[in-house]
């Protein structure tokens, strides 16, 4: 069982930035996991944005935040980074940080096994 609990979203003007984070409490190792953000606007599915395999040597990214987002880990500190710079009013969503049971990425929600509660990211134009 793995608790995951995100922080930093808020609001910002367009072209801002922020870091979300992502604390994981669990009984296994946090490198046992990869580890991958969600996000979900309102009246939308649930869409992926990126994905960090067990060690950080491999990241993913969805097309639209190419670029613009960085998705990182720190095992030391059992947490998940995303730094999302050049906010765009489109990226307005709650983010989701998501853990899978084994060391190898995925993109779809159905292939993770624990997920946070979400913070809420609101870009203003």
């Known amino acids: 069982q793995v608790q995951l609990v995100e922080s930093g979203g808020g609001l910002v003007q367009a072209g801002g930035s922020l870091r979300l984070s992502c604390a994981a409490a669990s009984g296994r190792t946090f490198s046992s996991y990869s580890m991958g953000w969600f996000r979900q606007a309102p009246g939308k599915e649930r869409e992926f944005v990126a994905v960090?395999?067990?060690?950080?040597?491999?990241?993913y990214y969805a097309d639209s935040v190419k670029g613009r987002f960085t998705i990182s880990r720190d095992n030391a500190k059992n947490t998940v980074y995303l730094q999302m710079n050049s906010l765009k009013p489109e990226d307005t969503a709650d983010y989701y940080c998501?853990?899978?049971?084994?060391?190898?990425?995925?993109?779809?929600?159905?292939?993770?096994?624990?997920w946070g509660q979400g913070t809420q990211v609101t870009v203003s134009s």
């Open positions: 998501a853990a899978r049971n084994i060391i190898f990425t995925a993109t779809s929600s159905r292939d993770y096994d624990y």
């Open positions: 960090i395999n067990w060690n950080g040597g491999h990241t």
